[in-house]
Nanobody, 124 residues
Framework: QVQLVESGGGLVQAGGSLRLSCVAS????????MSWFRQAPGKEREFVAT????????YYAGSVKGRFTISRDNAKNTVYLQMKSLKPEDTAVYYC?????????????????WGQGTQVTVSS
């Protein structure tokens, strides 16, 4: 099991930027593909972005493509989500997720470990 701790959430105006961080511990970070999911009030948790174990491949949900960037630093056991041009509809709790192995992580059902989440609120 890998422990995940997110940080960097907060309140920002529409059009602004935030960078989320997720620090992993307990296992070899570079053995895991990492993703960000989010859950808005009254809605189901949804996929946002994923990055494979070595950082060579990324994939984004259509709603964030071109605005969000996922990256990782295996030396620091950390995955990041840089969010730009934020919109009120990006308001949600953002969760870091890990899956052991080399493939991308798109699906909730394939997540091995979750972080506790960090709140992002975008005001209009």
């Amino acid at each position: 099991q890998v422990q995940l701790v997110e940080s960097g959430g907060g309140l920002v105006q529409a059009g602004g930027s935030l960078r989320l961080s997720c620090v992993a511990s307990g296992r070899t970070f570079s053995d895991y593909s990492m993703s960000w999911f989010r859950q808005a009030p009254g809605k189901e948790r949804e996929f946002v972005a994923t990055i494979i174990y070595n950082g060579d491949s990324t994939y984004y949900a259509g709603s964030v493509k071109g605005r969000f960037t996922i990256s990782r630093d295996n030396a620091k056991n950390t995955v990041y989500l840089q969010m730009k041009s934020l919109k009120p509809e990006d308001t949600a709790v953002y969760y870091c997720a890990a899956k052991y192995g080399t493939s991308n992580l798109y699906s909730l059902s394939r997540v091995d470990d979750w972080g506790q989440g960090t709140q992002v609120t975008v005001s209009s």
